[in-house]
């Protein structure tokens, strides 16, 4: 049959992974409260849609720069560190910067290790580059699973921090002894794509561990998920290497522009992220209310355990649905199946949220 002979020439380990499924997207012109992608709920300051108009009309007819060193000068003075611009590179957002660190560092068979639950792009990512993902479980703490890792072997390590979709952050500290204790045998990714929401983030680590490697993304706190742009910061011999095997122009004129104009106007959005972390504290509260079970959480989202003897997380979802509110059900992770995710909207949403779930919880 047609089907078959096609299949017979992909790659076994592509035939046998199921594929990362993003979060919902809604119909074209269907209104809803999009509550499933944590994404940003405000958008862009005004200058930097300014400085993306600007560059629509400036030379789109040109490649972009190939490695975008202006970003990264500016990314360097701004975040300070002592970082340099040779310390840093771009992304087509910062899941093309975790498949640039597999490429430069995963020969086939090799083992990268992460805790679960975590980011589930990650086991996707390995696969498709031919490497062996393992995982092993957060502590009951939330810390890291220092001798459970080192046990694996492995050649890198994720450590998302804040961690998706828990929430939580582990001790810096735990990073740092973690990079210490391989620092002869594997490379540490911390993923600081919710960084901007925690209290504090790794780049004070990065002097004293060349083995350490962070990666941040502009679709959460930055507001551009729509624009794909991450950044990641390293060692500048690592950096070197990986410049070798991203993409020729991975990152677009307009996404640059993007970028640059978000580190020259950085406290426009300070307050966008203060509105965030006000409104998780709110959201926190008002779930638990509620009867939800809500652990503190650190990024843009919060993870919420439904309430004992009522829905459980599917009927949850679904009459969420129902009511126009997507929201994130992991029902694929066993231990996540009472679980629900939230990314933290505007005001108005997540109270129109709390509406929905009272509603819900007077039917039920
Ligand atoms: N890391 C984590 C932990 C995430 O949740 C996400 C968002 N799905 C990403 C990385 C990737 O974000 P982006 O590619 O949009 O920068």
Redesign the pocket.
């Known amino acids: 049959d047609h089907d078959m002979s096609v299949q017979q020439w992909v790659r076994p380990e592509i035939l046998a992974m199921a594929g990362y499924t ?1 979060g919902e997207q809604p119909k074209p012109g269907e209104q809803v409260i999009k509550l499933n ?2 994404e940003n709920p405000y958008g862009p300051p005004e200058a930097v849609k300014q400085a993306m108009h600007a560059a629509i009309h400036d030379n789109l007819r040109r490649y972009p720069s190939p490695d975008g060193y202006g970003v990264r000068e500016a990314a360097a003075r701004v975040l300070g560190h002592g970082l340099t611009p040779e310390q840093i590179i771009l992304g087509n ?4 910067l ?1 498949t640039m660190l597999l490429r430069t560092f995963i020969d086939p068979g090799q083992v990268v290790a992460s805790m679960e639950p ?2 589930t ?1 990650y086991e996707a990512l390995v696969t498709i580059q031919g490497g062996c993902y393992r995982s092993v479980p957060w502590q009951p703490d939330g810390g890291l699973p220092l001798e459970g890792l080192v046990a694996l072997q492995p050649k890198l390590i994720f450590v ?1 921090r804040p961690n ?1 979709p828990t929430g939580h952050v582990v001790p810096l500290e735990q990073v740092a002894a973690l990079c210490q204790a391989v620092a002869q045998s594997a490379v540490v990714v911390l ?1 600081e ?2 960084g901007d929401f925690a209290e504090d983030h790794g780049l004070p680590l990065l002097a004293a561990h060349p083995n350490l490697i962070i ?1 941040r ?4 706190s930055l507001s551009l ?1 729509g624009m ?3 950044i990641g910061f390293m060692h500048a011999d690592v950096a070197l290497q990986m410049h070798k095997v991203r993409d020729s122009y991975n990152v677009d004129r307009v996404a640059q522009a993007a970028l640059l104009a978000a580190y020259e106007n950085w406290s426009d959005y300070a307050p966008l992220i203060a509105r965030i972390k006000q409104q998780r504290q709110w959201t926190t509260t008002q779930l638990r209310k509620r009867g939800f079970e809500v652990k503190d959480s650190y990024g843009n989202f919060v993870l919420a355990r439904v309430p004992q003897g009522g829905l459980d997380g599917l009927q949850w979802l679904e009459s969420l649905k129902k009511r126009g509110i997507l929201i994130r059900y992991f029902g694929s992770i066993p231990q996540l199946s009472e679980f629900l995710r939230i990314t933290i909207g505007t005001e108005e949403e997540m109270a129109l949220l709390m509406t929905a779930i009272d509603e819900i919880m007077k039917v039920a």
């Open positions: 993003p992608t944590n957002g910062s899941d093309d975790l975590t980011y792009l998302t998706a993923d794509a919710y990666t993304s502009a679709s959460k998920a794909r742009i991450g």
